[in-house]
């Protein structure tokens, strides 16, 4: 009888095993910070590793992986931006510690830059960790916005929340057009198709990104990967998506997160920009420099409307606008579209805020933005 309570005990430690977390502990997730990241993806990738309250996030760089900071983690992020630029400040060295920082059982996640990273793609930089290579690199730049993608069932086991929907929707931004690699014996799985066909911009070829892996996961060694060609962290609503990634990475359970941070239908639809509304965008930056608090309050509503990547680099600075309406409109923007990178921002506009009715207004945007995590 001891003899078999030793062994259900053994086999319980050897589960708890998978995932480095004991009681009070929590995961440590590292966002790469170095050339050729996107400060708004940092950003990003940053505040949706905030809602799993499992999870703590720190940013690393290329001299804190020689020194050894991969052995205080438990998953690495590589996010969005420029993959080939962020392999060149890397280095290859610092690449075969991230690789073997993921053969002895750890996670790593790559997001659009990150995943074209991890490919096995000829004539371009990256570390050959997820089995695919990108095709139609001439045409990288085809184009962005909120597009559609279906769950495989694969997929709806680790997103349970989409499992009944045929179609949801998050950010695109030009990410790699994915098929199995012919050079590497590492297969993978698909856990979403893309459905939207991008190609407004650059001279894209039509039906090259519709039906397309949008996320892939394969083990690696002991650990694993985890490959998002797009952009649940700059999607309102669907941020918790890229914490859930980590999870399957460390083989952590699923968990549930609050219905304020899981909201997929907040985008129902496509909303790809056109060259026309790119162009109004671009004007959108001038309007906000030299504008009347009219023509600022229209331009926010459409920016928000079509949910632009440009310009929550610039709304940070509307929460101090002469206008009290500017000041209020820009606090909304913020609150609406879950930004909590700018969360302290808003906290210092409402402290500092003269106009009373403006003030409570913009209490209740910061008060909305702040239930996004967890309680403590």
């Not at 997160?257 to 496509?270: A, F, G, H, Q, W």
């Not at 920009?273 to 030299?290: A, P, S």
Request: charged share 25%; aromatic share 10%; proline share 5%.
């Amino acid at each position: 009888m001891l003899r078999k309570t030793f062994f259900i005990i053994a086999m319980c430690l050897v589960g708890l095993s998978a995932w480095s977390m004991g009681v009070g502990n929590k995961v440590r997730v590292g966002v790469f910070q170095g050339n050729g990241g996107a400060q708004t993806c940092i950003w990003e990738t940053i505040a949706s590793i905030q809602l799993d309250p499992d999870m703590t996030v720190r940013t690393i760089t290329t001299g804190d992986i020689a020194n050894g900071a991969l052995k205080d983690l438990d998953a690495i992020i590589i996010p969005g931006g420029e993959g080939a630029t962020q392999y060149m400040n890397l280095g290859e060295e610092n690449m075969e510690r991230i690789r073997n920082f993921i053969r002895s059982g750890k996670g790593a996640v790559g997001i659009c830059a990150g995943a074209y990273l991890f490919t096995d793609t000829p004539g371009y930089a990256c570390m050959h960790i997820n089995g695919g290579k990108a095709i139609d690199i001439e045409h990288d730049n085809r184009g962005h916005g909120i597009s559609a993608f279906s769950l495989t069932a694969e997929g709806k086991k680790l997103f349970p929340e989409l499992a009944k929907r045929d179609k949801s929707y998050v950010m695109y931004y030009e990410g790699p057009v994915l098929v199995k690699s012919d050079s590497i014996p590492l297969p993978y799985m698909t856990m979403a198709i893309m459905e939207t066909d991008v190609h407004e911009e650059g001279n894209a070829p039509a039906n090259m990104t519709n039906n397309r892996p949008f996320f892939i996961a394969n083990e690696y060694g002991k650990g694993r990967v985890f490959s998002s060609i797009s952009h649940p962290e700059a999607t309102p609503g669907m941020m918790w998506m890229i914490p859930r990634m980590v999870r399957w990475t460390l083989r952590m359970p699923v968990v549930a997160y609050s219905k304020r941070v899981v909201n997929p239908d907040l985008y129902n639809r496509e909303i790809l920009m056109t060259k026309d509304d790119l162009r109004k965008e671009r004007g959108y930056y001038r309007t906000f420099l030299y504008g009347s608090p009219k023509e600022k309050i229209a331009a926010l509503d459409w920016l928000q409307a079509c949910r632009s990547w440009d310009a929550k680099r610039w709304v940070q600075g509307l929460l101090f606008d002469n206008s009290p309406a500017v000041r209020e409109r820009a606090a909304r923007f913020i609150a609406e579209t879950d930004y909590l990178p700018f969360l302290s921002d808003l906290e210092a506009a409402c402290r500092v805020e003269r106009d009373e009715q403006t003030k409570q207004s913009m209490m209740r945007h910061f008060e909305h933005l702040k239930a996004l995590l967890p309680h403590k």
